[in-house]
Nanobody, 113 residues
Framework: QVQLVESGGGLVQPGGSLRLSCAAS????????MDWYRQAPGKQRELVAA???????NYADSVKGRFTISRDNAKKTVYLQMNSLKPEDTAVYYCHVGNRDYWGQGTQVTVSS
C-alpha cells in the first residue's frame, strides 16, 4: 500500500521560510519523479515543483527563485524548501508521485502577519 506523509506546514510571516517533507512508503521511490502541488481556497490544484528520478527540477513561474525541491532516495523523502514566502503562497500543499494517482493527505501552509 502506497503512503505519502507530508509534514512541515504551519503559520509563517511574509518573508519567512518553511521546509516541507514527504515520506513515501510502499513504492520503489527511486524510480519515480515526485511533485509538489498546492491548492488555495476556491482555486484549482496547481503544480508547484517537480523533480525527476535523475534529479532534474522544474518550477511554476510563481515560485522560481524562492522554492527548491530536492529528494533523498535513501530516506524515500522529497522536500520543498520555501523561502521568501508571500501571502499568496497560502494553500494546502500535496505530495504526488509522478504519473501515478498517489497523493499525500496535504499539509497547510499559511503566510500571514
Amino acid at each position: 500500500q502506497v503512503q505519502l506523509v507530508e509534514s512541515g506546514g504551519g503559520l509563517v510571516q511574509p518573508g519567512g521560510s518553511l521546509r516541507l517533507s514527504c515520506a513515501a512508503s510502499g513504492i520503489i521511490f527511486s524510480i519515480y519523479g515526485m511533485d509538489w502541488y498546492r491548492q488555495a481556497p476556491g482555486k484549482q490544484r496547481e503544480l508547484v515543483a517537480a523533480i525527476t528520478r535523475g534529479g532534474s527540477t522544474n518550477y511554476a513561474d510563481s515560485v522560481k527563485g524562492r522554492f527548491t525541491i530536492s529528494r533523498d532516495n535513501a530516506k524515500k523523502t522529497v522536500y520543498l524548501q520555501m523561502n521568501s514566502l508571500k501571502p499568496e503562497d497560502t494553500a494546502v500543499y500535496y505530495c504526488h508521485v509522478g504519473n501515478r494517482d498517489y497523493w499525500g493527505q496535504g499539509t497547510q501552509v499559511t503566510v500571514s502577519s
